[in-house]
């Protein structure tokens, strides 16, 4: 693919994922205060007051809210009260059937057999062979301009690239798998566009896959192709489905997670200080960045059965949205927990979701996280926030990361 046809697909990318972002960052710039306030009122809401809805649609489905950390694990542990059918609107139709609306116990002979693939021990190959080399090629084509937006010019396409990587995709087709993923990502704001770039994924990745059942290599598809359910092989379409719910697990999350984590430490040099002066010190800031600007603030579930939950009567058929954002920041759990502090006292949070669904790309997020920031701070010298610039802002009411994060550096 030539120069400029790379240059053209990546912008179109870029501005389709403006767009979508604009279309999810309604609201107050942070919800936080409106968690706050909610919480202290009651664990769980009917409706989503959160976003200015305070009463029920008459004769639909009733919705509730929950705001509060104990009640979001209850309902993202009971999978046999709050099911994860309730995806299946939202995002199956586009991605196909896939884990993520499954439940136990189906959901678990697959997530067994898929997760093998996404395995921390898998994590050290991809790292050393895929991600270390593909972060620091990125970061030295920036290195002698001294100055840049990270989350264009770096951090939006670092994950992408990785998991196209390991996909075993051919290299010249990095920047179109790019964008259709962006359009799968942002298909509920174009459901036809959203369409045909899932089948255009599925092409692709089919061509890939077509070769590995014949001759299998080092790379995802591979494994993907040689893993079986109940004695049988994974279809093609299952195959498909899983790469496709991957694209926001371990791409976009890790976009969104990393460029959050870098505002944290760019905003605050004490905590920066810390982890340049100890590396091992890049662990517990990115737990804490999980837990204190989650990419995804909500998860949602399907009521099949009557409960109470927090002394609120759900009825069965009723949509219960965790707010995995306003969970994360109850400060019964967590004190003073808008403030962003890499060594406070490490406890469980829901940055990754809980129970059964806990996010199974999350040690792909977590290993291209950990390598994007270690080879920016390594890489470019004095690393800081462009004084000439406007300062930085974590924007967004369903997902949630910096739009911009213009730095400078010694060149």
Not at 34 to 59: D, I, K, N, S, Y
Request: with cysteine; proline share 7%; hydrophobic share 45%.
């Amino acid at each position: 693919m030539a120069v400029s046809q790379v240059a053209e697909y990546e912008a179109e990318s870029w501005t389709l994922f403006e767009q979508f972002n604009e279309a999810v960052s309604f609201g107050p710039p942070s919800p936080y205060p409106e968690f706050h306030r909610l919480r202290a009122e009651a664990a769980v809401h009917p409706a989503m007051p959160h976003l200015g809805v305070t009463e029920q649609t008459p004769g639909q489905p009733k919705t509730f809210s929950v705001y509060g950390y104990d009640a979001a694990t209850t309902v993202l542990r009971d999978t046999e009260t709050y099911s994860n059918i309730a995806y299946k609107p939202m995002i199956g139709d586009v991605m196909g059937r896939t884990l993520i609306e499954m439940d136990p116990p189906e959901h678990r002979g697959y997530r067994m057999m898929l997760q093998q693939s996404l395995s921390p021990k898998a994590m050290v190959a991809w790292k050393a062979e895929l991600a270390e080399p593909l972060a620091t090629e990125m970061v030295g084509a920036i290195r002698d301009r001294g100055r840049a937006d990270l989350v264009r010019d770096l951090l939006f396409a670092f994950p992408m690239r990785t998991f196209a990587a390991m996909l075993g995709l051919p290299a010249e087709q990095f920047p179109v798998f790019h964008r259709h993923a962006i359009e799968v990502i942002a298909a509920t704001s174009d459901m036809a566009r959203g369409h045909a770039a899932a089948a255009a994924l599925g092409r692709m990745i089919g061509e890939v896959l077509d070769a590995r059942r014949q001759t299998p290599q080092d790379d995802l598809i591979s494994v993907l192709a040689e893993a079986t359910h109940d004695g049988q092989r994974l279809t093609d379409e299952e195959i498909f489905s899983f790469l496709r719910l991957l694209l926001p697990a371990g791409a976009e999350t890790t976009y969104r997670s990393s460029s959050s984590l870098l505002f944290a430490l760019l905003t605050q040099p004490d905590q920066l200080a810390m982890v340049r002066e100890d590396p091992e010190l890049l662990g517990p800031a990115m737990n804490e960045a999980f837990r204190w600007e989650t990419p995804l603030l909500f998860s949602p579930r399907l009521a099949v059965q009557d409960s109470v939950l927090d002394g609120v009567e759900i009825p069965s058929g009723s949509s219960v949205m965790v707010i995995l954002g306003a969970a994360n920041r109850d400060a019964t759990r967590w004190p003073d927990p808008d403030r962003f502090d890499l060594t406070r006292e490490r406890k469980g949070h829901l940055g990754f979701g809980h129970g059964a669904h806990l996010c199974i790309g999350q040690h792909l997020a977590k290993m291209e996280t950990e390598v994007l920031v270690r080879t920016l701070l390594d890489g470019l010298p004095g690393l800081r926030l462009d004084p000439d610039a406007a300062r930085p802002a974590i924007v967004g009411t369903l997902l949630r990361s910096p739009a911009r994060l213009d730095v400078v550096w010694e060149a």
